[in-house]
């Protein structure tokens, strides 16, 4: 990233040699990103973030269609930047459909295709969970998507990145997004692999960079950046969530010797992204045991870290059959690259105490 901040200062619209070269770097990252996806490179439009991107899906799709109306379906556990898009989009006149999850945060394919009719002009669930985990099938809801009606499918791999095999072609989706900054990328940069053939209006229009997708001057230092970070994560991600697996698995034990009533949330392991340690603690309040984790140097969330800041119980927690009660006292503990089995040691030993704290009423933060 520091040459495209630095040296390769030009304008990627402009035909002069610095631009050429700054469209060079852009043209590499769009590479990386397509090769890491299985997707052709002019199927990636790169934008400001998984937020941006996942807007640009529905909206986009949408707004292609808004003359004609129609209907539609995402899971009631997306991400708000799905799940809050699609309840605007309803106000515009499109009726939605927000489909139930059983107890580990799945989407079963009977519900979507007891949903599905034939004005549903759009299908959007997760590739994977940001609070719990969980990973969908959503081959099995494309496919069943596509059988059964016209509607464009999108999924928000965002979590699922450098977690699992994130292959557009496999997985069958006609629209996907992803996010650097899950891949150790920079913040502020995003992508949308939009299939060869899907109709999709812009969000942003103006210059009309990105095949007129996504107007706006590229942020090339953050493409330059996420371009590398994806393919990094992919090269490593196999041997990575082997380490990652076997940390969380240590951890759980951890949990549930010193906390034996505590409730791992989420699918078991397999059906979940391999770096997720999830569980409730009845009797502990989430934001507190938080603020104690932190003031030991213990990063944890409540439900999801991007909206952190809302004291309200987890809309996901809630949609798997949790009581506002318990959805309050979850704990979201994610592994990364950097975490080795001291960290572990620490994190699980410190949390046993700290609930234990909590439960006798020990309340100074
Ligand atoms: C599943 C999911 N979708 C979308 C986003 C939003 O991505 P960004 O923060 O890049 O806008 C996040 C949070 O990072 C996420 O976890």
């Known amino acids: 990233m520091a040459p495209a901040l630095t040296e390769t200062f030009g304008n990627p619209s402009s035909v002069h040699g610095a631009g050429r070269a700054a469209r060079a770097l852009i043209d590499i990252a769009r590479d990386q990103l397509a090769a890491v996806l299985n997707a052709r490179p002019r199927e990636i439009v790169f934008t400001g973030g998984g937020s941006e991107a996942d807007n640009l899906a529905l909206r986009g799709v949408v707004h292609r269609l808004h003359s004609q109306g129609g209907h539609v379906i995402v899971s009631s556990i997306e991400h708000e930047a799905v799940l809050e898009t699609a309840r605007d989009l309803s106000h515009l006149g499109f009726e939605l459909t927000e489909l139930p999850v059983d107890g580990a945060g799945r989407v079963l394919p009977e519900s979507l295709e007891a949903a599905l009719r034939p004005e549903t002009v759009l299908v ?69 692999f939009v299939r060869h053939g899907t109709s999709l209006d812009p969000i942003i229009t103006g210059g009309g960079q990105e095949r007129t997708r996504r107007s706006g001057t590229e942020n090339v230092p953050g493409i330059v950046g996420f371009g590398v970070a994806s393919h990094l994560a992919e090269s490593e991600r196999e041997r990575e969530m082997e380490r990652q697996a076997a940390l969380s698995a240590d951890l759980a034990r951890w949990i549930q010797a010193g906390v034996p009533d505590a409730l791992p949330t989420g699918a078991p392991n397999g059906e979940r992204l391999a770096n997720f340690c999830t569980f409730v603690f009845p009797g502990a309040e989430g934001e507190l045991l938080l603020l104690r984790l932190d003031r030991a140097g213990v990063c944890g969330s409540a439900g999801s870290a991007c909206t ?41 030993e410190l949390i046993c105490r700290e609930v234990a704290a909590l439960r006798q009423g020990a309340f100074a933060v």
């Open 124 to 192: 959007s669930v997760m590739l994977a969970n940001n609070e719990v985990g969980t990973i969908e099938p959503v081959r099995e809801l494309a496919e069943l998507t596509h059988s059964k009606s016209r509607a464009v499918f999108h999924t928000d791999a965002t979590q699922a990145l450098g977690k699992l095999k994130v292959d557009v072609q496999e997985l069958g989706v006609d629209l996907l997004t992803v996010s650097a900054h899950k891949v150790y990328g920079p913040k502020g940069v995003g992508a949308l």
């Open 308 to 348: 952190s800041g809302s004291l309200s119980p987890s809309h996901v927690l809630l949609a798997m059959g949790f009581s506002p009660q318990l959805a309050a006292a979850h704990l979201r503990l994610t592994l990364g690259r950097s975490t080795t089995s001291g960290d572990v040691e620490r994190a699980g």
